[in-house]
T-cell receptor
Framework: AQSVTQLGSHVSVSEGALVLLRCNYS??????LFWYVQYPNQGLQLLLK??????LVKGINGFEAEFKKSETSFHLTKPSAHMSDAAEYFC??????????FGKGTRLSVIA | EAQVTQNPRYLITVTGKKLTVTCSQN?????MSWYRQDPGLGLRQIYY???????DKGDVPEGYKVSRKEKRNFPLILESPSPNQTSLYFC?????????????FGPGTRLTVT
């Protein structure tokens, strides 16, 4: 069975600081990994996805994530936080033909 | 515009009164799914469908029904809603091949059962 653990239900950073949201996964077969973002009162939208090509994946709004098989991690980063990045972020894993399994989410706050 | 639509967006109802939340997508996606989102629990899958007339239980199917008579529509039915089904519900769709294709989400339906 697959699972996703997002470390930290709430992360707070200053505007302009590095954003690091952590995601570790468990999968018995090579995984596909996703990061989604949910802005207040909206649905989820895809930030980026790893599908066994390049291990460093670039997404929208300056976010990127690196797949590290040895660490079973897929952490999300952004060099400089912007106020508009405040949202909830979900990591998700899928493999084979199994439905996406989501982590519990991390709420990102950006302080001016 | 490619999208997933849900109706209604907000619903307040009473225990036991049957309700249906509609979901429709215009992307010709084979796969559709329903999730509920609760504070501290993240997204949990209720039901999913790989294609017309093919549905499967997710992690939390109790108290819900679905049907997939047409490719574009995937309604969620609560035959006898209870207060523990108060939640934010999302419908999503994707091309088949769940693994590598992103899921597109609807805007959500906030349900309150009193």
């Amino acid at each position: 069975a697959q699972s996703v653990t997002q470390l930290g239900s709430h992360v707070s950073v200053s505007e302009g600081a590095l954003v690091l949201l952590r995601c570790n996964y468990s999968s018995s077969v090579p995984p596909y990994l996703f990061w989604y973002v949910q802005y207040p009162n909206q649905g989820l939208q895809l930030l980026l996805k790893y599908t066994s090509a390049a291990t460093l994946v670039k997404g929208i709004n300056g976010f990127e994530a690196e797949f590290k098989k040895s660490e079973t991690s897929f952490h999300l980063t952004k060099p400089s936080a912007h106020m508009s990045d405040a949202a909830e972020y979900f990591c998700a894993v899928s493999s084979g033909n199994t439905p996406l399994v989501f982590g519990k989410g991390t709420r990102l706050s950006v302080i001016a | 515009e490619a999208q997933v639509t849900q109706n209604p967006r907000y619903l307040i109802t009473v225990t036991g009164k049957k309700l249906t939340v509609t979901c429709s997508q215009n992307m010709n996606h084979e796969y559709m799914s329903w999730y509920r989102q609760d504070p501290g629990l993240g997204l949990r899958q209720i039901y999913y469908s790989m294609n017309v007339e093919v549905t499967d239980k997710g992690d939390v199917p109790e108290g819900y029904k679905v049907s997939r008579k047409e490719k574009r529509n995937f309604p969620l039915i609560l035959e006898s809603p209870s207060p523990n089904q108060t939640s934010l519900y999302f419908c999503a769709s994707s091309l088949i091949g769940l693994s590598s294709y992103e899921q597109y989400f609807g805007p959500g339906t906030r349900l309150t059962v009193t």
